[in-house]
């Protein structure tokens, strides 16, 4: 079945081109950031109801965000749906009246869940290709069980403070060429975890401090949590500022000596840097700020280089 093949089938069976061209540019949302914040309702009683295809908002696990509910029923970009089960509901839509391939739907119900405050329904586990073909088609009602979820307004709150202070450090890591790339979680009893730090691409080790991946847990959506990490960035600016300054004298250093011995500098200081040490905890730290200025400027030595070379070859 391809894209061609699916719209031509649409038109004949009575879906309208303007519906057809807009499912081809309605994409499958993601529940997050709502999953963060949202907190399930426990049922004494399992809910089914006739629920209105245009608030299914995604196809959940398996639907891939950002691409269109006609890409995912061609299995055009996503390995996430299945083909042979597509294929199937295409042959039957081509041998049924749209009303006769729509009836399917109402008797044969779906997993959804329900975000209240924000009034949209996601696949829950069950029903992935059953609502994408009703979604497709123009169907107006799937039969669902439908499970609800109500906002945390608390948590809610916690995420939205969230997102503040995940902007302001990302601008900070950007102006500066660093970034975060994944986290070590602690299992110990301190409520810590380290992250990847990484300079212009290149990983200058771990730090203790949170990875905004982190909150993707909600069990880190609090206020508590929250301060803890303003604070973790706090203290890593405060280093950086140290880390950046080591970095310039080792660049100033090197444009001070003689193209001749500049090699044999940076040898000694690649030996001298890794056997520094203390016992004592502050020098260590002293040490440990110029270790990493150090890498960074052996960072920006390569990467000249590299650029060096490719100009050269131009």
């Known amino acids: ?42 049922e004494d009683k399992k809910i089914f109801a006739y629920v209105p295809v245009s608030k299914i908002k995604s196809l959940g696990f398996r639907g891939t965000v950002g691409l269109s509910w006609f890409d995912h029923a061609c299995c055009n970009g996503t390995h996430n749906i299945d ?17 006769e391939f729509h009836e399917y739907y109402k008797h044969h119900p779906v997993r959804l869940k329900y975000y209240e405050d924000d009034d949209f329904y996601v696949v829950f586990g069950d029903g992935t290709h059953r609502t994408l073909w009703a979604k497709v088609t123009g169907a107006s009602y799937i039969y669902a069980q439908v499970y609800r979820a109500k906002k945390n307004h608390s948590t809610y709150e916690s995420y939205r403070w969230f997102k503040e202070l995940e902007v302001k450090f990302h601008e900070y890591l950007f102006s500066n060429e660093l970034s975060f790339e994944g986290f070590q979680q602690n299992y110990s009893y301190l409520p810590d975890s380290t992250s990847n730090i990484c300079y212009k691409g290149e990983s200058l080790g771990f730090y203790r401090i949170y990875s905004p991946d982190m909150f993707t847990d909600k069990t880190m959506l609090n206020m508590k949590t929250l301060h803890h990490w ?3 960035q706090q203290d890593l600016k405060e280093e950086y500022v140290r880390v950046f300054k080591y970095r310039d004298k080792f660049h100033l250093l090197m444009k001070m000596m003689p ?44 990467l000249s280089l590299i650029n060096k070379e490719k100009e050269q070859e131009v």
């Open 1 to 42: 079945m391809t894209e061609t093949e699916l719209y031509k089938t649409l038109l004949q069976k009575g879906v309208s081109d303007s519906y057809i061209k807009n499912i081809k540019q309605t994409l499958n949302m993601s529940e997050d950031p709502y999953e963060r914040y949202y907190d399930n309702i426990q």
């Open 83 to 99: 083909l042979v089960r597509c294929q199937r509901a295409f042959d039957y839509l081509k041998t049924q009246s749209l009303d």
């Open 230 to 232: 303003k604070l973790q």
């Open 259 to 302: 193209n001749k011995w500049k090699s044999k500098i940076i040898s000694f200081l690649e030996v001298w840097i890794d056997t520094i040490g203390s016992s004592d905890e502050k020098k260590q730290k002293q040490y440990d700020l110029r270790k990493m200025g150090f890498k960074m400027f052996c960072i920006d030595r390569k």
